[in-house]
Every structure is written in structure tokens, then in C-alpha cells.
């Protein structure tokens, strides 16, 4: 179900097809292309390091990316639910959740320590510097666009609202709906640690380098072995719109009558912004199970003799 920039997305939740609807242990998928604005070029980047120096765009935690959000039970707007400073919500209520829970889960959340590690609980993606000057190559107006690609999974119990859900009984008490919209100002940027980075190329290339890129390879071994501590670029994420000193060139400088060369870096202030985006896939993966009859005739005798109650919105301390 494609939407269009600051539109709003609704899906269902529950399906009279299943008796049980498992919450907890579901999820939105989207998938989304955003125009990403830089105000800088990067040019004068050395051949050899265009495709091992790295950016991460991404999330820091996947629910940050909804702004509002409305929850509907048969039709019919549940009170309390109305949440329009969501991305806030959920930066609260995330800042409680365990360390390990944020480590274990793929695609999930974003710590600055794993997005050097190329970790799968990162929320992002990660665009090499040749990629931005292919992008931007035959742009001459500042700010240069890039179009981006990310696939989000969103567990419904990261959304305090649902924080409490267990099991389900929706074919008893009627199908939910959610409708939301998107954050672009959620989305955060930074500069992946250029060793790490070029390591990673090094290790995965290493092949196609030795038999055809010996030069290259010698660059490469420059860089490991003249990179600078003193290199003080931005070492955390920044949100979106904001100012981040990032590595805008890395190149080589050949040192007169001695045969030897030098390794030059320039750290300059960049800017990243959304400028819009196309959501062109959303889906709710939602675990379910059928229920014998005479469990259902149960849960029905035992609400029938006292009030329908959801828990929701638990924190853990």
C-alpha cells in the first residue's frame, strides 16, 4: 500500500480469519525510498578510498520513525490512543528497554557501537562515498539529492500503546486498526569508523585487489598505516537537518625528492536533510493461531462476568 510524502498509512491488525492475534510477537515491515539532501560533494576523495569510507543513514530505533498515530477498535477511535508526538513517545519509553533486547533483534534498533560492526539489529543503510558522487555527479546546485532505500521492521510492542498486548482474542472482541504517519526528521546519519570500513572492503575484495589493483592495494595499506587518532570527525549519531563534521576528502601527497607519500584528511561540517519520501510498501506480520471451540466458549463465560480489560502502555524499570 504505496503513500505519498506526509500521508497518512492505515492497515489492519487483526483478521477474523485467526481467533488469536499474538501482538506481542508482531510486526509492521515498510519499506521506504527518502530524497536524501547533502550540501557538500565530498569531492577529491582518493580513487582507491571512495568505495571503503562509509556513511550510516538510519534510525536509531525503528518506532522513532512514526509521528502520530491513531488506534481504531471496529471502526471506532479508542480513547486515549490519539498520539500526535509519537517519534517523542517512543524515545522515552526506549531509553527503559534493556541493552540486550536492542543487540538481539534484527533491524530493530541502532546503537552507535553496532553500526560500525555492519551489526543486523542496525536500522539503516550504509552508502560508500562512491555512491554518493555517482549519485550527485551531474547535479551542480547545492543541496545535492540522493535517493535512499530503507526496509524498517517495527515490533507493535516497541509502541507503547501496545506494550502491554499479549495474546489476542480478536475474533471475540473485534478487529483493530492503526493509522500513522511518517517522521523524516527521525532519521539519523553519522561517519563509520574509516578503518572499520576499509577493512571490511579490504577483507571482501581482497582477491579481485591483489590480481588487478596492486596500486590500490598499496593506498589501502597507506591508509591503515597513517590514519590519525587526531582525525576528530563527529563520533555519534545526528538527527536529520542537523550539522555533523564528517570526512569530506581523504587523499594522497606525493612528498618532494624523498619518493614518499603522505595521507591528506579534510573534516568539514555537513549537512544531511529528507527532503521527501515514497512509502511504497507496508505490511503487518502479524503471528496468529486458531483456538479449539471450547477454549472459546471459555473466554467468552469468563468476560461475560467481568469488564473487558487490554493492558497497555507497561514500562519496565
Not at 562512491?130 to 515490533?155: C, G, H, N, W
Amino acid at each position: 500500500m504505496p503513500a505519498l510524502f506526509d500521508k497518512e498509512i492505515l492497515i489492519s491488525l487483526s483478521d477474523t480469519d485467526h481467533d488469536i492475534t499474538q501482538i506481542q510477537n508482531s510486526f509492521l515491515s515498510i519499506v521506504l525510498t527518502a530524497n536524501v539532501q547533502f550540501d557538500n560533494r565530498f569531492d577529491g576523495f582518493e580513487e582507491s578510498y571512495k568505495d571503503g569510507t562509509v556513511l550510516f543513514i538510519g534510525l536509531k530505533s525503528t518506532s522513532q520513525v512514526i509521528r502520530e498515530y491513531t488506534i481504531y477498535h471496529r471502526g471506532r477511535t479508542i480513547d486515549g490512543t490519539l498520539q500526535n508526538d509519537s517519534t517523542t513517545e517512543q524515545f522515552i519509553y526506549n531509553t527503559v528497554k534493556p541493552r540486550s533486547e536492542k543487540n538481539s533483534r534484527k533491524r530493530i534498533h541502532s546503537l552507535y557501537e553496532n553500526i560500525h560492526k555492519y551489526d543486523t539489529s542496525t536500522c539503516g543503510t550504509y552508502i560508500t562515498i562512491r555512491e554518493i558522487e555517482d549519485a550527485i555527479k551531474d547535479q551542480v546546485s547545492v543541496a545535492y539529492t540522493m535517493p535512499i532505500r530503507f526496509r524498517l521492521s517495527i515490533p507493535l510492542d516497541d509502541i507503547l500503546v501496545f506494550s502491554g498486548f499479549t495474546d489476542y482474542p480478536n475474533s471475540l472482541f473485534g478487529d483493530l486498526k492503526i493509522k500513522f504517519k511518517i517522521n523524516p526528521n527521525a532519521f539519523v546519519f553519522a561517519q563509520v569508523n574509516p578503518i572499520i570500513s576499509m577493512a571490511k572492503y579490504y577483507t571482501m575484495n581482497l582477491t579481485d585487489l591483489m590480481a588487478s589493483c596492486p596500486d590500490k592495494l598499496k593506498n589501502i595499506d597507506l591508509l591503515f598505516r597513517n590514519w590519525s587518532l587526531g582525525y576528530q570527525y563527529t563520533k555519534q549519531l545526528t538527527q536529520m537537518g542537523c550539522t555533523a563534521d564528517l570526512i569530506t576528502k581523504i587523499s594522497i601527497e606525493q612528498i618532494p625528492d624523498s619518493g614518499l607519500k603522505n595521507l591528506m584528511c579534510s573534516i568539514t561540517p555537513v549537512t544531511l536533510s529528507i527532503k521527501n519520501y515514497v512509502v511504497t510498501e507496508v505490511t503487518a506480520n502479524m503471528r496468529r493461531y486458531k483456538a479449539i471451540d471450547d477454549f472459546l466458549q471459555r473466554v467468552r463465560e469468563f468476560y461475560a462476568k467481568r469488564p473487558f480489560v487490554v493492558p497497555a502502555q507497561r514500562v519496565e524499570t
